[in-house]
């Protein structure tokens, strides 16, 4: 089975800390991708990463930064961590596969619930 | 950006009915998938279909797909109090899919009472 591992379930940051969310992978997957959930409005996206040490931002990168210098390893980081950034984190990964067969199928870790104070 | 909508957003059932959730999306696809979230959990990947299936089934889920009208449902046939969960469709795009990208809905809470 693949198993996703975030650090944290939960954790607790006051505003302006940096903070470093990690995400661990046992299955050998390319892709790995960071969200993040609020009531309301579904998953967004924040960072993808498709091999090592690449990323590609997604729809909400704004104030996060991202690091894989492991393939089995992706961290999210928050540089001065604010009010707005409190929110469930989601770690997800995939195989990368030929385009025309491609199913995708994400893996999610079960989370980390981030408050900043 | 959301590529899928779900209807409704929430749906509260007896156990053993029938449940159904509506899935929309905006853009062709290689394929659509629906997940299911626990409270406070991550996301666990239920079933894919791919563009040129119609119907696909796994155990009580039935999922139908309509590309004509770029809409998916998820049935759950003789619910479970044990169902109760978020369920969320997904899709890729068949073009400009860039690596292994997703793109989620909003969910549909569903709440099956004993």
């Known amino acids: 089975d693949v198993k996703v591992t975030q650090s944290s379930r939960y954790l607790v940051k006051r505003t302006g800390e940096k903070v470093f969310l990690e995400c661990v992978q046992d299955m050998d997957h390319e892709n790995m991708f960071w969200y993040r959930q609020d009531p309301g409005l579904g998953l967004r996206l924040i960072y993808f990463?498709?091999?090592?040490?690449?990323?590609e931002k997604g729809d909400i990168p704004e104030g996060y930064s991202v690091s894989r210098e492991k393939k089995e390893r992706f961290s999210l980081i928050l540089e001065s961590a604010s009010t707005n950034q409190t929110s469930m984190y989601l770690c997800?990964?995939?195989?990368?596969?030929?385009?025309?067969?491609?199913?995708?199928?994400?893996?999610f870790g079960a989370g980390t619930r981030l408050s900043v104070l | 950006s959301q590529q899928g909508e779900e209807d409704p957003q929430a749906l509260s059932i007896q156990e053993g009915e029938n449940a159904t959730m509506n899935c929309s999306y905006k853009?062709?696809?290689?394929?659509l998938q629906w997940y299911r979230q626990n409270s406070g959990r991550g996301l666990v990947h239920l079933i894919l279909i791919r563009s040129n299936e119609r119907e696909k089934h796994s155990g009580r889920l039935r999922v139908t797909l309509d590309t004509s009208k770029k809409s998916s449902s998820l049935l759950i046939t003789a619910s479970r109090a044990a169902d109760t969960a978020s369920y969320f469709c997904a899709t890729d795009r068949d073009r400009g899919s860039t690596l292994g990208r997703l793109y989620f809905g909003r969910g549909t809470q569903l709440t099956v009472w004993p």
């Open positions: 990463s498709y091999d090592v040490k690449m990323k």
């Open positions: 997800a990964s995939s195989l990368r596969q030929g385009f025309v067969r491609a199913k995708n199928i994400q893996y």
């Open positions: 853009t062709s696809i290689n394929n």
